[in-house]
Nanobody, 126 residues
Framework: QVQLVESGGGLVQTGGSLRLSCATRSLLFSTYAMAWFRQAPGKEREFLAAIGRSADNIKYTDSVKGRFTISRDNAKDTVFLQMNSLKPEDTAVYYC???????????????????WGQGTQVTVSS
């Protein structure tokens, strides 16, 4: 069983920044596609960003393009989400997810990911 552990959430003011990390101890991390999702109270879990086995294979949802950046460090088995220009509507629990993938495929649906972290709360005050 692959464990994913998120960290870096917290309380920030509008316009501020946070960097989320998602660490795993899997020897196969370099073969995983990784993604970040979020879920606000009363809403469905929402795709934010995905990164493939190649670090230049990246996809974002429109609402975070230009503000959020996903990256990975295979030497540290970690994926990151740098979040800038945060807004109150970004308040949610943020989850990382992972699964094995070929070199070109990215996934945006929650149902395509096998492994999930426990989530980290991000709160943006107005």
């Amino acid at each position: 069983q692959v464990q994913l552990v998120e960290s870096g959430g917290g309380l920030v003011q509008t316009g501020g920044s946070l960097r989320l990390s998602c660490a795993t101890r899997s020897l196969l991390f370099s073969t995983y596609a990784m993604a970040w999702f979020r879920q606000a109270p009363g809403k469905e879990r929402e795709f934010l960003a995905a990164i493939g086995r190649s670090a230049d294979n990246i996809k974002y949802t429109d609402s975070v393009k230009g503000r959020f950046t996903i990256s990975r460090d295979n030497a540290k088995d970690t994926v990151f989400l740098q979040m800038n220009s945060l807004k109150p509507e970004d308040t949610a629990v943020y989850y990382c997810a992972g699964r094995w993938a070929d070199r070109t495929t990215l996934f945006t649906a929650t149902t395509r990911y096998a492994y999930w972290g426990q989530g980290t709360q991000v709160t943006v005050s107005s």
